[in-house]
């Protein structure tokens, strides 16, 4: 706030004469609002108190070259010295209220001042702990955002895993599907096979059955065809030869045919297995009781 324009004796007397012309008693606080609210009461009252003494003195000095009597002079004293009494106790009534005025206001400012000294330290404090409590969440954010990006790798490695993991159990399942093609073929040839050994034990049986009609028709020729006898007899021996080693054909051709049929049985199994455990896997479930790990190979079972 700035310093009160000051004012000069001759400023603070004009006004006062101005007052007094007008009829007004001067005090300080007119005179002050007459000079326009400048200077300040420290320095408009000692120059007002200047001007009333020397007003004093000269209302006596023109009594006394007036023809008024000493009594009407001294009557006339003692009135403005009363009125100068009055006024200067009006003065400083005055003064004294516009000193409250300004303690009262100096304490008012004082406790404002303390108010927005408190606030301040609180507005720092609370300041403060935003700042901790910011850089708190930076830090956890930045956590999380590690979190996150470990995470994503988890999950990439995972599904890179998955992929390989799927694309060698389709290999597995399109090797099983050939064997089994494989074997399918194999037992159909070995049916074939089967189907011919049949073939042949029924031709076998047809010549037994001959064999006995031409032993039955040469029954009453024996002795002439002994010879003949003989040698049907070496080819019974050889048919039967023939016809022992074709039932033992068809006895190997027909386990044949059940080991095959145990592998195909062994194989869609072991596809099954294979297509739970691939299920498993995919939806994060674990696999099912037996179903770990796949059927011994042929290789394996030798």
Not at 8 to 22: C, G, I, P, Q, S
Not at 47 to 71: F, G, Y
Not at 182 to 193: H, M
Request: net charge negative; glycine share 4%; aromatic share 2%.
């Amino acid at each position: 706030m700035g310093r009160p324009a000051t004012v000069t004796e001759d400023e603070v007397f004009a006004a006062a004469d101005d007052l007094l012309a007008r009829g007004v008693t001067p005090t300080n606080a007119l005179v002050y609002r007459a000079l326009g609210n400048r200077g300040s009461m420290n320095t408009i009252q000692p120059l007002l108190k200047r001007w009333k003494e020397l007003e004093t003195e000269k209302l006596l000095q023109e009594t006394q070259t007036s023809p008024v009597p000493p009594a009407a002079q001294k009557a006339l004293a003692s009135a403005l010295h009363g009125v100068w009494r009055a006024a200067e106790a009006e003065i400083q009534g005055q003064i004294a209220d516009i000193k409250a005025a300004a303690e009262k206001r100096v304490q008012e400012a004082e406790a404002a001042r303390d108010e927005a000294i408190a606030d301040a330290t609180n507005l720092r404090a609370e300041n403060g702990a935003a700042e901790e409590r910011i850089k708190a969440l930076l830090e956890k954010e930045a956590a999380l955002e590690k979190s996150l990006a470990a995470a994503l790798a988890v999950q990439e490695e995972l599904r890179a895993r998955s992929e390989a993991e799927e694309k060698r159990f389709r290999e597995r399942v399109a090797a099983l599907e050939a064997q089994e093609e494989s074997l399918e073929r194999e037992l159909a040839a070995a049916t074939e096979r089967a189907k011919a050994a049949d073939t042949a034990r029924a031709g076998a049986e047809a010549l037994a059955a001959e064999k006995e009609r031409a032993a039955g028709a040469l029954a009453g020729e024996a002795e002439a065809a002994r010879a003949r006898a003989s040698e049907l007899e070496k080819e019974v021996t050889r048919a039967t030869a023939a016809e022992k080693e074709l039932r033992e054909q068809v006895r190997r051709e027909e386990a044949r045919c059940q080991e095959l049929e145990r592998r195909r049985d062994e194989l869609t199994k072991e596809l099954g297995e294979l297509a739970r455990a691939a299920t498993a896997r995919a939806t994060g479930e674990p696999p099912p009781e037996g179903g770990g790990s796949p059927s011994p190979t042929r290789k394996d079972r030798k």
